[in-house]
């Protein structure tokens, strides 16, 4: 194969319908999608534009670290050698994160109580998220019929809001519960702590937090696949701010997610951005010799408040996330950018677009803007045509 050169993909926009209240008369099974208070489909022809950076930024690599190098600074030409520089990234942020056990090949699902809501059925549940290790409270939303259905899992702090049942979320981050009233199985986590609050590390098994989550988002994504209302090939992952990191960090590193969709996490570092944070304890600043009381205090990094863990690690060997990126391809994913994530990130993403040239593919990473952090009603139908799109479409 040739040496790498620029390919670029390409791009579309999106539009809102209100609910249609006449539509109570007819009956609920006659209803159309946007009677169910959902967003109108977004035609997949106006979502072509958000596949291709504005051109200041086209084929622009910024400063970071050359991924078409092997570390040894061999050039990568060809798919298998890209298939073994994909290990040798992995294998580093597994080196530094702390490696994974095993992961559960059929994790259990211990299901509670159950109630039907519009067009679907909401389950409460534990999920395995590590050997003999449950979860709860979760939960497991399935739509009416007989499947198999695409899923999802959404990351989130707390499960309720993905799962519809919290009022204030309504319409930005109940992504489950939009999702599920489109056809799919959506299992939406929260903490794994047993703390109440996926923020609240305990250095488990020397991995770091994020990274811990990313696992238990890899055993969630199991656990979907065993079921018989799920077709185990059409998996993605979805989350927000925190859970967009989550997300991220869990498609990236584990192969079972057919596609994914990142929400405003901050994509690269950024120690301008104190909510690109990835510094934290409880991200990847978690320090193994060192008890809960002796953590690093949350803070921007500067002088005399200096980088812990596996972040300062990473970022002292010269490694940035847009190496993780680039172990989706050729899997297709968005970044639903808002506050955090700003256009002048293409130079990141760029990155993963000239690995799927080598692999023979475009129109696998996606950036659609919003102003704010909070998911819109916009954005939103803009992630979930994406979603539809590559775990719907034959």
């Not at 590390?201 to 020397?206: A, L, M, N």
């Not at 934290?280 to 009381?293: M, N, R, S, T, V």
């Amino acid at each position: 194969m040739a040496d790498i050169g620029a390919s670029w993909a390409s791009a579309a926009s999106e539009q809102v319908w209100a609910a249609l209240a006449a539509a109570l008369a007819v009956g609920i099974a006659a209803m159309p999608l946007a009677a169910w208070g959902q967003e109108a489909p977004v035609p997949w022809g106006e979502m072509a534009r958000f596949f291709a950076p504005p051109e200041e930024f086209r084929g622009k690599l910024g400063a970071y670290r050359p991924l078409m190098k092997f570390d040894d600074g061999t050039p990568v030409r060809t798919r298998e050698d890209w298939a073994r520089r994909r290990e040798e990234i992995r294998s580093c942020w597994h080196r530094v994160m702390g490696p994974w056990p095993p992961l559960v090949e059929k994790p259990q699902i211990k299901y509670s109580e159950k109630e039907h809501a519009e067009n679907f059925t909401r389950h409460k549940v534990q999920v395995e998220f590590a050997r003999d290790r449950f979860a709860g409270t979760q939960y497991l939303l399935v739509p009416d019929g007989a499947g198999p259905f695409p899923a999802v899992v959404v990351t989130w702090y707390g499960s309720e809001d993905s799962a519809g049942l919290t009022e204030r979320t309504r319409g930005t981050v109940d992504f489950g519960y939009q999702l599920a009233k489109r056809g799919f199985v959506a299992l939406c986590i929260g903490s794994v702590s047993g703390q109440g609050d996926v923020r609240s590390p305990d250095g488990r098994g020397g991995i770091q937090p994020l990274s811990f989550l990313a696992y238990a988002a890899a055993n969630c994504c199991n656990a979907l696949a065993a079921l018989p209302q799920v077709n185990p090939r059409r998996i993605g992952v979805i989350g927000h701010s925190f859970g967009g990191k989550w997300a991220m960090l869990a498609s990236c590193l584990h192969d079972g997610f057919a596609c994914a969709v990142w929400c405003d996490p901050g994509i690269v570092w950024n120690e301008k951005d104190p909510n690109a944070n990835y510094w934290e304890k409880w991200y990847l600043g978690y320090q193994f010799d060192k008890p809960a009381e002796g953590q690093r205090k949350p803070g921007v990094p500067k002088e005399g408040h200096a980088r812990t863990g596996a972040y300062a690690t990473l970022v002292a060997e010269g490694h940035d996330l847009h190496e993780l990126h680039a172990l989706m391809a050729p899997r297709p994913f968005l970044v639903s950018g808002g506050a955090q994530d700003r256009p002048d990130h293409w130079t990141a993403l760029n990155h993963t677009i000239a690995v799927n040239e080598v692999l023979g593919h475009t129109g696998r990473v996606a950036m659609t803007m919003r102003d704010g952090h909070t998911p819109t009603a916009e954005s939103n139908a803009q992630a979930f045509a994406f979603l539809e799109h590559f775990l719907k479409q034959p």
